[in-house]
């Protein structure tokens, strides 16, 4: 069970068995919570919808993550990523509101992309240039994201009058335009799949992804073979920044319709988890990124016919992360012996 799919979903059930168990402890009927939980995600044609719209910031997100951890860089700075790349998308859209649909939104999410990169490529240049581990630029460069983010809606971008930290309502020529008319799906799950899809080119179809794979692999040997380290280092980084800017700007345009002070809050951090239950690999983010979108759309009415907490999310979501991490670790000591 080598392939990265079938892993997440052999992970994904031996998860929902273990807690089953805990919910027929409980003295609740696992069958019927998961029945109804099944039902919430998937019900109708609007749950699915929410679904997707909820598994579209992770799967942008957790693959330019799983690039990182591909190469052995350790990006936990999505969620302040994702909060810029709201901002700047915001900025655009309520700057050039005048603009048509067809350049105003492309600009927006360029725009939203171009701030996730810069604010990456800060957290790297402090590591190459300072030696300050990218785990703690990354981790607390989110926390002057939000600051800024506050700082923006309290001054002159928020809007007057309101009861919470937002933005003005976009112009609807920057709302993405809906994949199925007339529901709430936009383009953004599209957005997702292709950065998935482009990922996978990425890494194993070029040369630049053979050196990330390289550098991820053994750094003496990356550069042995001439592979320029900080560069590479770099350009793993500007791409998660770019990929988790793009989250934030097609949430901000696609569900929103404006910026609101907080809406990045998990998204990053899941991202992590998602990158980490896809085994690094940006085709095993796909089923995750889904499993963890409709899982949360479904807790909910769970919750509400059976009295199982829709926090038991949470233990799923843990427990399939320990599976596929166990799983990686016994696939890794059998091609060492």
Same mark, same amino acid.
């Given at each position: ?117 810069a604010w990456s490529a800060l957290a790297a240049v402090i590591?190459?240039?300072?030696? $300050? ?59 997702? $799949? ?44 500007? $791409? ?72 038991? $999310? ?24």
């Amino acid at each position: 069970m080598s392939h990265p799919v079938l892993r997440v979903l052999a992970a994904i059930g031996g998860a929902l068995a273990i807690t089953a168990f805990f919910i027929a402890l409980s003295g609740k009927n696992p069958l019927t919570a998961y029945s109804l939980l099944l039902q919430g995600a998937f019900g109708s044609w609007d749950r699915i919808v929410v679904g997707l719209n909820k598994s579209t910031p992770y799967l942008l997100t957790a693959a330019g993550i799983a690039l990182c951890f591909r190469g052995n860089v350790i990006n936990i700075g999505a969620e302040g990523q994702i909060a810029l790349g709201g901002l700047a998308a915001t900025w655009i859209g309520l700057k050039l509101g005048a603009w048509p649909a067809i350049a105003l939104i492309p600009a927006a999410l360029a725009a939203a992309m171009l701030a996730g990169a810069a604010w990456s490529a800060l957290a790297a240049v402090i590591r190459l240039t300072r030696g $300050v581990h990218e785990v703690l630029c990354t981790l607390m460069l989110n926390f002057v994201a939000l600051l800024l983010v506050a700082e923006a809606l309290h001054g002159s971008l928020g809007e007057p009058g309101a009861g919470f930290p937002q933005s003005p309502q976009l112009e609807p020529a920057a709302w993405l335009p809906k994949l199925v008319p007339g529901t709430d799906l936009h383009i953004g799950i599209a957005l997702g $799949v292709a950065a998935v899809l482009a990922c996978r080119f990425l890494l194993w179809h070029t040369t630049t992804g053979f050196r990330w794979r390289l550098l991820g692999a053994s750094p003496q040997a990356a550069r042995y073979a001439g592979v320029s380290v900080p560069r590479s280092f770099l350009s793993l980084m500007l $791409v998660a920044g770019a990929l988790a800017g793009l989250a934030g700007g097609v949430e901000t345009l696609g569900v929103h319709y404006r910026l609101i002070e907080g809406f990045s809050s998990g998204f990053g951090f899941s991202a992590v988890a998602i990158a980490l239950m896809g085994a690094a690999n940006p085709v095993g983010v796909l089923p995750a990124a889904l499993f963890y979108g409709f899982l949360e759309t479904g807790a909910l009415a769970m919750q509400r016919q059976t009295g199982v907490p829709s926090s038991l $999310v949470l233990v799923i979501q843990g427990l399939t992360m320990i599976f596929v991490l166990a799983g990686m670790g016994r696939q890794a000591r059998m091609q060492t012996t």
